[in-house]
């Protein structure tokens, strides 16, 4: 398994930027970011990928609802085009309360809109020509798409089964978040790699994203878990994974404790069949510091 790192995107685009190649100097082949309600997350990966160079670039994850399909895989091949080809799209629902809310429209029928999108966006990556006609969404374009560029692999937030299937079927691989170890190798692998293989696709890919805090206070860094990720513990598909691991909250699948603590907790994530971890890392700065040296280690020994 190895090892990223979610970059910190509330800093200006430069010390983002700047980070993202700190890290690469220090080993890490993979760095991640997310979209909520901050910078655009395929722009922003552009532009640290024009200035870092031999690292994966993955976005954890972009909202379908507000993108045409045809308008994210021009946008995801102009990346993956800019990049020399080393973007991953991450794409996902997003939550009921958010795409109802701020973006306006329906979350009626979910995994029918997966579904449909990924029928649009998988051949249109793979600079095909589309005609589809479905009931959430339609597209049609004259040809494939006029960008010359590597294909990006696709990997799907999916933590219900449906969307598992669908991961498994139409895309590359999954992206969890907020999932515990028991969770990735009960549920999460088993349904992900039954899909691919009904299917006649590859193993899977299945990346991992999760707090993790080197530390020698557990309790406080548990506590400071629990205050920064609050919200997830709230919003129903990261409700249904915490409930299915025992977890009481976020801070009960948070990887926090001193180093041999640390490295024990994401080797369970490594036995569960994860195959990429990506770091969350917070705590103090030195809390952070001693956690990059840990995942960098950890990346390191393979």
């Not at 995994?111 to 600079?127: I, N, T, W």
Request: aromatic share 4%; with cysteine.
């Amino acid at each position: 398994m190895r090892c990223g790192v979610i970059l910190d995107t509330s800093k200006p685009i430069p010390d983002v930027t700047a980070e993202a190649a700190r890290l690469a100097k220090r080993g890490i082949d993979l760095v991640s970011v997310s979209q909520i309600f901050g910078y655009d997350a395929l722009t922003l990966l552009a532009l640290v990928g024009q200035n870092v160079p031999d690292v994966e670039l993955a976005t954890a994850v972009v909202p379908t609802y507000p993108r045409h399909p045809v308008a994210l895989a021009a946008q995801a091949l102009t990346v993956s085009a800019a990049t020399g080809g080393r973007l991953t799209l991450g794409i996902g629902l997003s939550h009921q309360i958010v795409v109802e809310n701020v973006f306006g429209t329906s979350f009626d029928r979910p995994a029918l809109h997966m579904r449909e999108y990924l029928s649009v966006l998988g051949p249109l990556l793979r600079h095909e020509q589309v005609s589809f006609r479905g009931e959430t969404l339609s597209a049609t374009t004259f040809g494939p798409l006029e960008i010359e560029a590597p294909v990006p692999p696709i990997l799907v937030a999916a933590l219900g089964t449906r969307m598992l299937e669908l991961a498994g079927t139409l895309a590359e691989g999954t992206v969890t978040w907020m999932t515990g170890p028991a969770t990735v190798a009960d549920h999460i692998v088993p349904t992900i790699t039954a899909a691919a293989e009904r299917a006649g696709r590859p193993a899977p890919r299945v990346s991992v994203g999760l707090p993790i805090c080197v530390t020698d206070d557990p309790d406080a860094a548990r506590e400071q878990a629990a205050e920064l990720f609050a919200i997830y513990g709230t919003l129903p598909s990261y409700r249904a994974m915490l409930d299915r691991e025992g977890a009481a909250g976020p801070a009960d699948v948070a990887i926090v404790g001193d180093a041999d603590a640390v490295r024990a907790g994401i080797a369970r994530v490594a036995e569960a069949g994860a195959t990429e971890l990506s770091a969350a890392i917070y705590g103090s700065a030195t809390e952070r510091a001693a956690t990059l040296d840990l995942v960098v280690d950890i990346n390191q020994e393979g």
